[in-house]
């Protein structure tokens, strides 16, 4: 039979706020507040807790990255496709005479309400655009870019 060793009691003063949370804490998991309270002192006083915090923190910053690296290739893609479209608008309109320029001025704000409309309908229907395209795409030269 192994003999067990008798554990030490000690007095600790713990501010209202995270008395609660140990007390909340305890009774979700069914285990005792001391049990809870042994178990965090433990473990912030482990050699490890330094390296289990680290990859705690680098796992996050690894999540942080990947979020970042796909926000840059959305607005990557943002930009690219206004650039086309301005591309292709300047190339295929041609300059209108000044009667029919300003029959065009107005009409422009009755077209942009419908672009806007449009553009929440494509908003809130589903996949956008970037969803499309492919993450893996390499890039190639384009000699239009050169």
Not at 92 to 115: D, G, I, N, V, W
Request: net charge positive.
């Amino acid at each position: 039979m192994t003999a067990r060793k008798k554990k030490v009691q000690i007095s600790v003063y713990l501010d209202p706020a995270v008395m609660a949370l140990l007390v909340d804490y305890a009774a979700r998991r069914d285990r005792s507040q001391s049990l809870v309270a042994e178990a965090a002192i433990a473990s912030f006083l482990s050699p490890d807790a330094d390296a289990q915090r680290e990859a705690a923190i680098s796992k996050r910053l690894d999540r942080i990255d990947r979020r970042i690296a796909r926000l840059e290739r959305d607005v990557g893609i943002s930009v690219e496709t206004h650039a086309v479209f301005i591309r292709f608008w300047l190339a295929t309109t041609p300059a209108l005479p000044e009667p029919m320029a300003q029959a065009a001025r107005a009409k422009a704000s009755e077209r942009y309400e419908a672009f806007v409309s449009a553009l929440g309908r494509r908003l809130a229907k589903g996949p956008g655009l970037r969803q499309e395209i492919p993450e893996d795409i390499v890039p190639s030269s384009d000699p239009e870019r050169q």
